[in-house]
């Protein structure tokens, strides 16, 4: 059974980095890909990023200049920085794994969001 | 950025009923769509991809239609575990985006 459990600092302050980490278990980070999404108090969830198991990631253009996801393949864990955060960061954050299942005939995938951590909650403040 | 319209943005319904909840993009995203469930306290769970696959597990009273920009998900008969909100995403293009949600209440 795969799960994922997201951990870091619930209290970050204004300029500093956030830094969580995503453990896998049940499943090897090498062989999907992995999405971070994120979701402030009482509002809808965002999707922020994600990081393909090459290595490869895309990130949503509002955070591109201060996010970094990156893949820890010895710990099996995926990693989310977030640089200069302010109080707008603050959110509860989830990781994903990315399903996807070949579209027929073009080849190319659909993608979902198949697995869920718990989530961790992060609030900015002095 | 593809925007994502949820309609309505929160319904009353009573166990039993037929819910219909419609999700709009701004473009066409063929049928690149899924709709994800959260419970209050709750991460998002998967129930539908690809606008109409229904994920392994998920109860058979959930069905999503639709194709182009405009898609569907409809509860046949809302069960008292169905009570909470849901959301559309679309995975067509990057950035993916999320509707803003649909909240399903009890009358």
């Known amino acids: 059974q795969v799960q994922l459990q997201e951990s870091g600092p619930g209290l970050v302050k204004p300029s500093e980095t956030l830094s969580l980490t995503c453990s896998v278990s049940g499943d090897s980070i090498s062989s999907h890909y992995w999405s971070w999404i994120r979701q402030p108090p009482g509002k809808g969830l965002e999707w922020i990023g994600y990081?393909?198991?090459?290595?490869?990631?895309n990130y949503i253009p509002s955070l591109k200049s201060r996010i970094t996801i990156s893949l820890d393949t010895p710990k099996n864990e995926v990693s989310l920085k977030l640089n200069s955060v302010t109080a707008a960061d603050t959110a509860m954050y989830y990781c994903?794994?990315?399903?996807?299942?070949?579209?027929?005939?073009?080849?190319?995938?659909?993608?979902?969001?198949?697995?869920w951590g718990k989530g961790t909650a992060v609030t900015v403040s002095s | 950025a593809i925007q994502m319209t949820q309609s309505p943005s929160s319904l009353s319904a009573s166990v039993g009923d037929r819910v219909t909840i419609t999700c709009r993009a701004s473009q066409g995203i063929r049928n690149d769509l899924g709709w994800y469930q959260q419970k209050p306290g709750k991460a998002p769970e998967l129930l539908i991809y690809?606008?109409?696959t229904l994920q392994s597990g998920v109860p058979s009273r959930f069905s999503g239609s639709g194709s182009g920009s405009d898609f569907t998900l409809t509860i046949r008969s809302l069960q008292p575990e169905d009570f909470a909100t849901y959301y559309c995403?679309?995975?067509?293009?990057?950035?993916?985006?999320f509707g803003q949600g649909t909240k399903v209440e009890i009358k």
């Open positions: 994903a794994r990315v399903g996807r299942v070949r579209r027929v005939p073009s080849g190319d995938y659909y993608y979902y969001l198949d697995v």
């Open positions: 995403l679309q995975d067509y293009d990057y950035p993916w985006t």
């Open positions: 690809a606008a109409s």
């Open positions: 990081i393909q198991y090459s290595g490869t990631t």
